[in-house]
């Protein structure tokens, strides 16, 4: 019985010596917000360090998925966001040549000032995705009908 009694109380000044190891590591306000590794958390969760983690989900709650690039392209239109245009390459080319960056992505002085949502920043990365692969297409499009002239005139 005094085996046990010795353990239980060495287990106990273990888990106190720990909790009071970590208790500057993990701050929970009374507002409900949680900081690890941050004594202000500003947030329902800050952490000020890296997150390791298997997989995050993010619920789009609003946000409007970039199908209206598409949706655009195909049918003149998108009810998804009917205020959507895709710039033309020259138009593109000539936001850039004025900006430095490209059109509804913030400049680097701007990430670097006020950091990136990543669910808004991620919806606007498959956007120029999405306008990436229809310019590739068209001027895939483009090659083949010069490839069609070509042949014609050496003929």
């Not at 306008?131 to 483009?142: D, F, G, P, S, W």
Request: aromatic share 6%.
């Amino acid at each position: 019985m005094q085996k046990w009694s010795f353990l239980v109380f060495v287990v106990l000044i273990s888990i106190q010596c720990s909790a009071q190891r970590n208790t500057s590591s993990i701050i929970v306000e009374n507002q409900g917000k949680v900081g690890i590794g941050t004594a202000t958390p500003d947030e329902l969760l800050t952490v000020k360090g890296t997150i390791h983690t298997r997989e995050v989900q993010v619920d789009l709650e609003g946000a409007v998925a970039p199908d209206y690039v598409f949706e655009h392209y195909l049918t003149g239109t998108s009810q998804r966001l009917p205020s959507y245009e895709r710039r033309s390459l020259q138009e593109l080319a000539a936001y850039i040549r004025s900006n430095g960056h490209l059109p509804n992505i913030p400049s680097a002085a701007t990430m670097e000032k006020e950091g990136i949502a990543l669910k808004q920043f991620n919806l606007l990365l498959l956007e120029k995705i999405e306008e990436l692969t229809l310019y590739t297409l068209e001027q895939q499009k483009e090659i083949e009908q010069l490839r069609e002239k070509l042949s014609k005139l050496e003929e």
